[in-house]
């Protein structure tokens, strides 16, 4: 078993930035892969990037490529998300999630869940 929270949400005007941390708990020091998805009211669960379990590969959803950075120190069982030049439509719940292997894009391939964090980016 794997538990994850999530820290790092909050409010941010366009343009900002803000840093969600996943804290992984439980069966660490395991080669998991971990993804970032994301949900806005209304609206499925969204792949937004992931990073292998070593840090070596990391996989983006288009529109936030070249503005999210996702990095991880096993060390600390932490993985980031870093997010600059953020966008009202980039506004829901961020959710972190776990598996073991390689990283995947959709998020039912992911046992583990975390319980989310709320971005919410204004105009």
């Known amino acids: 078993q794997v538990q994850l929270v999530e820290s790092g949400g909050g409010l941010v005007q366009a343009g900002g930035s803000l840093r969600l941390s996943c804290a992984a708990s439980?069966?660490?020091?395991?080669?998991?892969?971990v993804g970032w998805f994301r949900q806005a009211p209304g609206k499925e669960r969204k792949f937004v990037a992931a990073i292998t379990w070593d840090g070596r590969t990391t996989s983006y959803e288009v529109s936030v490529k070249g503005r999210f950075t996702i990095s991880r120190d096993n060390a600390k069982n932490t993985v980031y998300l870093q997010m600059n030049s953020l966008k009202p439509e980039d506004t829901a719940v961020y959710y972190c999630?776990?598996?073991?292997?390689?990283?995947?894009?959709?998020?039912?391939?992911?046992?583990?869940w975390g319980q989310g964090a709320q971005v919410t980016v204004s105009s």
């Open positions: 439980g069966r660490t020091g395991s080669r998991d892969a």
């Open positions: 999630a776990a598996r073991f292997s390689g990283t995947h894009t959709a998020p039912n391939e992911y046992p583990y």
